[in-house]
């Protein structure tokens, strides 16, 4: 199995930018497709997008289309979430999971700690 560890969380303004980060340790990271979720406080976990096993294929759902970013480097066993002209209701904590599919209905067995991102207005 994998294990995944996510950092670069933090508190930003409104219209700034983060880059969160996804490390991950076990079996060969190219094995796995990467997906980034959030939960707000009280909210339901939401899905944010996916990114397959080499990069070459990414899906990202309409809220975060055009502003955030999931990237990969199989070298590193990390993936990022680029997020830009961040609003006060992307506050969230932020997961990266791990996937034998790819998708946006995959399941995902493997999920990171997850890490805080607030934004200020």
């Known amino acids: 199995q994998v294990q995944l560890v996510e950092s670069g969380g933090g508190l930003v303004q409104a219209g700034g930018s983060l880059r969160l980060s996804c490390v991950a340790s076990?079996?060969?990271?190219?094995?796995?497709?990467l997906g980034w979720f959030r939960q707000a406080p009280g909210k339901e976990r939401e899905f944010l997008g996916t990114?397959?096993?080499?990069?070459?294929?990414?899906y990202y759902v309409d809220s975060v289309k055009g502003r955030f970013t999931i990237s990969r480097d199989n070298t590193k066993n990390t993936a990022y979430l680029q997020m830009d002209s961040l609003k006060p209701e992307d506050t969230a904590v932020y997961f990266c999971?791990?996937?034998?599919?790819?998708?946006?209905?995959?399941?995902?067995?493997?999920w990171g700690q997850g890490t805080q991102v607030t934004v200020s207005s």
């Open positions: 999971a791990a996937t034998a599919d790819y998708g946006p209905s995959a399941h995902y067995p493997y």
């Open positions: 076990g079996r060969p990271f190219g094995d796995y497709a």
């Open positions: 990114i397959s096993w080499t990069g070459r294929r990414t």
